[in-house]
């Protein structure tokens, strides 16, 4: 018998049992249908999330180049690690779109000072608004601190205790930044920190502070890269030339966070979860499988007389094998097949009331595709041996 009519003879058999196919077919179109949904949605959160983490806002992809200073104790003056030559070095890479110098972070920076004659060195916040946040003694910076420039400081209960040996005693005394003197209004706590968790042990006005002859440091450099760029490889090259030609290269180091590796970790992390979700949802197939082997059982019951007139007529066992075998496959196909279709419509339905779309790869196709088929030879072959090895002059009695 040729493959042909098997095909032939296994579609006839099924279209005879409509019903009872259509029943079988169902637990495999619901497991497949649930995996690719799920896969679907998975990936389209993986994309959405890689893009989020690196992009900006406007859609571009960026990254940030840090200065960190050299330590060295006989130095008290804030370095800026970039300057206009470094802007032209870097913009030299032709997948460089834009490079922007940096000021502190959030407001925040480092520089020596001196209380009561000794030399402390603190974390500044330079603020544009009224501060009153972690007082333990004193006042906060009012508003008409800041419009009308009062040199006024917060300062920590660390450095209130260097330099006047109580938060009490250091209040309406003195502080000195940057050679020039401000007065302490208030007294913080030493763990006062942004909501960046960024800790800071100084409060100045931030207008006061620049209006007075302040070098603050231009610390980092944001770069915006060409879409589709190589973010990593790119910045990564970028920060080799300037540690070898920056205009600081020989008072501290430039560096970055490589984001492939953040974005690798949070890709992997999703897949994770995703896999786990299918491994679930796959204990279905696993069940529906059942349903096929259990319907070929009946169908081989039932058709044993069928089995005996093909042996009788020159039927192999090999050839009845592959006739119920074929019937498996071709009924965990069309069920794949349909749940497969099923899947996708369903992920782009649930994609459209959230906030990515689903991703449908060839990956899916083939998953499906592979699964049904090998659901079909597991659990339609002991059915189809128990066809093949009947015995025909037992089937004639």
């Known amino acids: ?68 200073k050299a330590y060295n104790p006989d130095s008290s003056n804030e370095i800026s690690g970039f300057n206009d030559n470094d802007i032209k070095m870097v913009q030299n890479n032709s997948k460089v779109v834009k490079a922007k110098i940096q000021s502190g ?119 915006t890269f060409v879409k589709g760029a190589d973010v990593s490889k790119e910045t990564r090259a970028i920060v080799q030339d300037l540690n070898k030609k ?35 949802a796959s204990i279905s197939l696993f069940i529906a499988g059942i349903g096929v082997m259990n319907m070929m059982y009946i169908s081989v019951s039932e058709r044993t007389q069928e089995i005996g007139i093909r042996m009788a007529v020159g039927a192999t066992q090999h050839q009845i094998l592959w006739q119920f075998l074929i019937e498996a496959i071709i009924l965990t196909l069309t069920g794949g097949m349909i749940g497969y279709l099923s899947g996708i419509g369903l992920a782009k339905i649930i994609s459209s009331f959230l906030p990515f779309k689903a991703i449908v790869t060839f990956s899916t196709f083939l998953l499906a595709f592979g699964t049904s088929t090998i659901i079909g030879l597991i659990f339609g072959i002991l059915p189809a041996k128990t066809a093949s090895n009947k015995n025909l002059i037992e089937i004639l009695r």
């Open 1 to 68: 018998m040729r493959i042909y009519e098997l095909f032939v003879s296994a579609l006839r058999s099924l279209w005879a049992n409509k019903r009872r196919s259509i029943l079988t077919m169902l637990g495999i179109i619901i497991g497949i249908a649930a995996v690719i949904t799920i896969l679907s949605l998975g990936d389209g959160v993986r994309i959405e999330t890689l893009k989020s983490l690196q992009a900006d806002s406007s859609g571009q992809q960026s990254s940030e180049i840090n200065f960190s």
């Open 246 to 280: 920056g205009s600081q290269h020989g008072n501290g180091s430039y560096d970055f966070m490589d984001m492939g590796d953040i974005l690798k970790g949070a890709s992997d992390t999703i897949k994770a979860v995703t896999y786990f979700v299918v491994a679930i």
């Open 105 to 223: 972070y959030k407001g925040i920076i480092s520089g020596p000072g001196k209380i009561n004659g000794k030399n402390v060195m603190g974390i500044i916040y330079l603020t544009t608004k009224p501060n009153h946040e972690y007082l333990i003694a004193g006042r906060g910076i009012s508003k008409n601190d800041l419009l009308n420039n009062n040199p006024v400081a917060l300062i920590s209960k660390s450095i209130a205790k260097k330099g006047y040996v109580s938060p009490k005693n250091a209040i309406n005394a003195g502080i000195e930044l940057n050679g020039v003197s401000y007065t302490i209004a208030g007294v913080i706590e030493d763990e006062a920190e942004l909501k960046e968790y960024q800790n800071y042990d100084v409060v100045v006005p931030k207008k006061f502070y620049m209006n007075n002859g302040a070098d603050i440091p231009h610390d980092s450099m944001k770069l």
